[in-house]
């Protein structure tokens, strides 16, 4: 396991999350150079794409058609952590979260490739 996911729970519709990950301490000191993502997944169903962003800075993201508009993937290179912010949650927006990483790639890339680095994945619940 080379990240922790936390932040996810049960939430109503319309509501907000934040979710985070960061490096396990097992995980060399490279978050500067991951491409990073996260990939989500509901039960019955494949994993899918929710957003990526670029290395270092963060400069670029990219988002699911499904997430755009109610989510914001954002990272903080000095504390080493990746947030998801999730606002206007849907019933169809319930999956486990996980964390997705790469050594230098790109998030467009990342779309359809995920990255080799994965966190355990955290539960998010919509439920009224």
């Known amino acids: 396991v080379q990240f922790v996911e936390s932040g996810g729970g049960l939430v109503q519709p319309g509501g907000s999350l934040r979710l985070s990950c960061t490096p396990s301490?097992?995980?060399?000191?490279?978050?500067?150079?991951?491409?990073m993502a996260w990939f989500r997944q509901a039960p019955g169903r494949e994993r899918e794409f929710v957003a990526a962003?670029?290395?270092?800075?963060?400069?670029?993201?990219i988002y699911a058609d499904s997430v755009k508009g109610r989510f914001t993937i954002s990272r903080d290179k000095v504390k080493k952590v990746m947030h998801l912010q999730m606002e206007n949650l849907r019933l169809e927006d319930t999956a486990v979260y996980y964390c997705?990483?790469?050594?230098?790639?790109?998030?467009?890339?990342?779309?359809?490739?995920?990255?080799?680095?994965w966190g355990r994945g955290t539960q998010v619940t919509v439920s009224a």
């Open positions: 997705n990483a790469q050594k230098y790639g790109s998030p467009q890339t990342m779309q359809t490739t995920p990255g080799d680095l």
């Open positions: 301490p097992e995980t060399p000191n490279t978050f500067t150079i991951l491409t």
């Open positions: 962003i670029s290395r270092s800075d963060g400069l670029t993201t």
